[in-house]
């Protein structure tokens, strides 16, 4: 990634109008058509966001961005019959791994289960969450984008409790 991107610096890139007249070939967004969105819609918002970051665009976009201290990436991936909006949130380093919880933090207990992995990353000494949200719970394209940002938040929320304990 070349840089974080920020809506709070490129406003006009979160509009439909931009989106519109940037893209005058593209389908009916899902906000038109108040129906769910399609892994195929989330695809195409994925690569315009990475587009817009001047990120490389591949055939399986995965969209990159860092939101304060966590690094996240996100894609679509199948499970099954089922699509998943995978958000991958990296945690800031914690130092040696023999910091490593047995536990999960307590906040991850709210989470459906078999929704959200937190993992070791070993290699790193960082902490990684990985959150699988159901395309058919998405409506829309602001919805993907509150699930990357509530994806970020548990991950902060999880460092901020990692790092309490580190010191007590």
Known sequence: MNRPFSLLEWPTFAGAPYRAAAHPTRITTVDQQHDDISGQEVKQLLLDLMQYCDQQTAARPALELQIGEIFTRTSVEPAGVDLYLCVTATLPPVGAPAT???TPPAALEAAPINSIDFLWHADEGR???????PLRLLTDERSVM???LATA???ASCAQEIAADAKS
């Open 153 to 155: 938040d548990l991950a």
């Open 146 to 148: 509150d699930e990357i």
């Open 127 to 133: 902490y990684v969450l990985v959150r699988k949200v």
């Open 100 to 102: 490593a919880l047995l």
